[in-house]
C-alpha cells in the first residue's frame, strides 16, 4: 500500500474515533498528511489546512508564512515561528499583533479565535442528542504540558475548586491535552466520577474539529491557567470561571523564546475571569476583542484575500 493510500484511510479511522475513547486516542500518530514549509507551526492542530478549506483554496499549496500555533499571554515569541524568512504571520488577536510588531520585523494578521474556521467534529443533530443525555455539563480545561514544556499543579487542590461548582451542573468533563493523556494525568479526575475526554493528537487531522465538538457539549468552562482553549470557549459564547492556582513550568528550551519585560496579561484575566459565577459579561466581551480577537473573525471572502497572496508557488 503505498504512503498516500494508507494516510487517507488511517484519516478516515481517525475520523470515527470518540473524544472519550482514550486508548485510541493514544494510538493515533503524526500523519504529516499537510503540506507545508518545515520547521513551521502551520501543521500544528492542522491549522493552515484548515484555514484553506475554510477559504475553498487548494489545501496541498503551502502557505509562505508562518501562524502562530495558539495565544500566548505572556509578553513572548517564539523563534521557530519566526525565523522562516516570512514576511507575514497569522496570529489570534490585537494583543498578540502587538507583541509580535515590538519583538520582531514580521508583520502580523489578526485572524481571531482559529477554532472559528473548523468544522464541528459530529452533526447538529448528534450534539443535541448528546447534551440531552448530559444534561447542563462543565467542561475542566487543566493547565496542560505540550512537547518540550512540562506542566505541574496540585491536582487535588484543582478538584477542590470543581467541587465546589459541582452541583450546578449534571455532567464534568475534563479535557485533558495529549501529552498529559500519555502521563496518565486523568486518572485523579476519573476517580471523582469525572468524564475524561480529549481532542487526540495535536499533529491529528481532527484535532480542532473535536475540540470544537467538545466545547459544543458543553455549558460552562472552569480552568486553572490562561491557554489558548479559553478564546476557544469565549468565541463559543461559553462562560469562563478562571480558578487561581500556582503553576510550575519546566520549559528547558525557554532560550528560544523572545521576550519583553513585564508584559503579561495573566492577572488580567484572573481579573475578568476570577468571578465565582459562570457569566459572560460585557466587560469580559470588550477584554475578549482585544485578548482573543473575537470580533477579528474572518469571512470566506476576506480569507481567501489574505491567503491567495501567501500560497507559495
Request: hydrophobic share 35%; glycine share 6%; charged share 25%.
Amino acid at each position: 500500500m503505498n504512503w498516500q493510500i494508507f494516510n487517507k484511510n488511517r484519516i478516515e479511522d481517525y475520523k470515527r474515533i470518540d473524544v472519550a475513547d482514550l486508548k485510541r486516542l493514544l494510538s493515533e500518530k503524526n500523519l504529516h498528511v499537510y503540506s507545508e514549509i518545515s520547521g513551521t507551526s502551520n501543521t500544528t492542530y492542522g491549522i493552515a489546512h484548515h484555514l484553506k478549506r475554510y477559504a475553498e483554496i487548494d489545501t496541498n499549496i503551502p502557505l509562505n508564512c508562518t501562524l502562530e500555533h495558539g495565544l500566548c499571554f505572556m509578553g513572548t515569541v517564539c523563534q521557530s515561528e519566526v525565523s522562516h524568512h516570512n514576511s507575514r504571520i497569522l496570529t489570534i488577536s490585537p494583543y498578540r499583533e502587538k507583541i509580535i510588531k515590538e519583538l520582531t520585523e514580521l508583520i502580523p494578521v489578526v485572524i481571531g479565535p482559529y477554532i472559528a474556521y473548523v468544522e464541528n467534529y459530529r452533526p447538529k443533530e448528534y450534539i443535541d442528542e448528546v447534551k440531552k443525555k448530559n444534561g447542563r455539563t462543565l467542561l475542566v480545561m487543566p493547565s496542560h504540558s505540550i512537547q518540550g514544556m512540562n506542566v505541574e499543579y496540585d491536582i487535588k487542590q484543582f478538584i477542590q475548586e470543581i467541587e465546589k461548582v459541582k452541583t450546578e451542573f449534571d455532567t464534568i468533563l475534563v479535557c485533558v491535552y495529549y501529552e498529559d493523556l500519555k502521563k496518565g494525568l486523568w486518572k485523579l479526575y476519573r476517580e471523582k466520577g469525572y468524564g475524561i475526554v480529549s481532542a487526540g493528537n495535536t499533529g491529528s487531522p481532527y484535532f480542532l474539529n473535536r475540540l470544537k465538538y467538545i466545547f459544543s457539549i458543553s455549558d460552562a468552562v472552569i480552568a486553572n491557567g490562561a491557554t489558548t482553549g479559553l478564546a476557544y470557549a469565549m468565541h463559543m459564547q461559553k462562560p469562563i470561571r478562571l480558578v487561581r492556582q500556582n503553576i510550575d513550568f519546566d520549559m528547558p528550551c525557554h532560550n528560544n523564546v523572545l521576550e519583553l519585560e513585564a508584559e503579561s496579561q495573566v492577572e488580567n484575566m484572573h481579573k475578568y475571569f476570577g468571578g465565582k459565577e459562570f457569566v459572560l459579561s460585557e466587560k469580559q466581551l470588550e477584554y475578549a476583542d482585544y485578548i482573543f480577537g473575537l470580533n477579528r473573525v474572518k469571512s470566506k471572502e476576506e480569507m481567501r484575500k489574505i491567503l491567495l497572496p501567501l500560497l507559495k508557488n
